[in-house]
């Protein structure tokens, strides 16, 4: 591919005395002498065979530049490109190069990686464990970070359950999973249409505060990805067992990634499209008052 553009550049040089009846000696991208007019002509190849290789040079590195990221992409995920300007100023050779160092020396720790995990993983590969270090980095860097995110997709949902467009809210309802999760969510919501009317009558969707929300790291042992609870509405009067939460009613978004888009779904070393969508937040549960006990993950 380097040779690509330097052939095309052509390779004279005008060597044209500065005498009335000289020849120009050099050839412009392989073709014949200019005589006659000596300077002018000499000049003018001159000219042109300096542009042309020096753009073809030019040329000759944003191929390379452009080939060295199209790999790059197809290989890691979009958080983890992040590093092309954060870490190395943009040199995508230094980023690639760095980056494979790195999984070198994950493809020989990985036994060791293995063991500080569940063997539910079956972390039997240097792939495996990298899907779950990159999960991790996934939901630190990406999920957790974008606090205005969660608080949009709660909004949305608040505004969908007052409006009793449940039917819009199942769509991407990820209560349920499998081929019928569209069709139970949509049930489950229906049998709870009017307790969940209830809950958010006189609710402010703009009141909700980034401040008060609880993230829960994913567990790709259990299938569970990340969630995040948002708390609105008023305290309810508390019952007798004291262990029993939440105090208020609660929304739950759970968070569908690249590395895992699904509960109970695989763990993605690598990326599944160099085009894939970005993770987003997506609705699990309207959780009411003291509901749960400290029993309800085990």
């Known amino acids: 591919m380097m040779g690509l553009a330097a052939a095309a550049c052509g390779g004279g040089t005008a060597g044209a005395p500065a005498g009335g009846g000289g020849t120009a000696g050099g050839t412009v991208s392989g073709g014949g002498t200019a005589s006659g007019g000596g300077t002018a002509s000499g000049a003018g190849a001159g000219a042109s065979g300096a542009g042309a290789n020096g753009g073809g040079a030019a040329s000759d590195d944003d191929t390379r530049r452009r080939e060295i990221e199209r790999r790059a992409r197809e290989r890691w995920f979009g958080f983890e490109l992040a590093d092309v300007e954060a870490r190395h100023g943009g040199d995508w050779a230094a980023f690639v190069a760095a980056k494979e160092a790195r999984e070198a020396e994950l493809d020989a720790a990985w036994e060791e990686e293995a063991k500080q995990h569940s063997r539910h993983l079956r972390l039997d590969s240097a792939e495996r464990v990298r899907g779950v270090r990159v999960l991790r980095e996934e939901w630190e860097t990406v999920a957790m970070a974008d606090r205005d995110a969660v608080i ?60 008060q929300l609880r993230f829960s790291a994913p567990e790709p042992e259990a299938g569970m990805t990340g969630q995040v609870v948002i708390p609105f509405g008023a305290p309810a009067p508390a019952p007798r067992d004291a262990r029993r939460y939440p105090p208020t009613w609660q929304l739950e978004l759970w968070w569908s990634g690249q590395v895992m888009p699904e509960a109970n779904g695989p763990v993605h070393a690598r990326p599944q499209a160099p085009d894939a969508p970005p993770g987003r937040w997506r609705f699990f549960d309207v959780i009411a008052p003291y509901s749960r006990t400290p029993t309800y993950r085990i």
Do not use: F, N, W
Not at 172 to 192: F, I, N, Q, S, T
């Open 152 to 211: 949009a997709e709660a909004q949305r949902v608040l505004r969908l359950v007052q409006a009793g467009k449940l039917d819009e809210l199942a769509a991407d309802c990820v209560h349920y999973g499998g081929p019928d999760r569209v069709a139970l969510c949509r049930k489950m919501l229906e049998d709870r249409r009017a307790e969940l009317t209830a809950a958010v009558r006189g609710i402010d969707p703009a009141s909700l505060s980034a401040r």
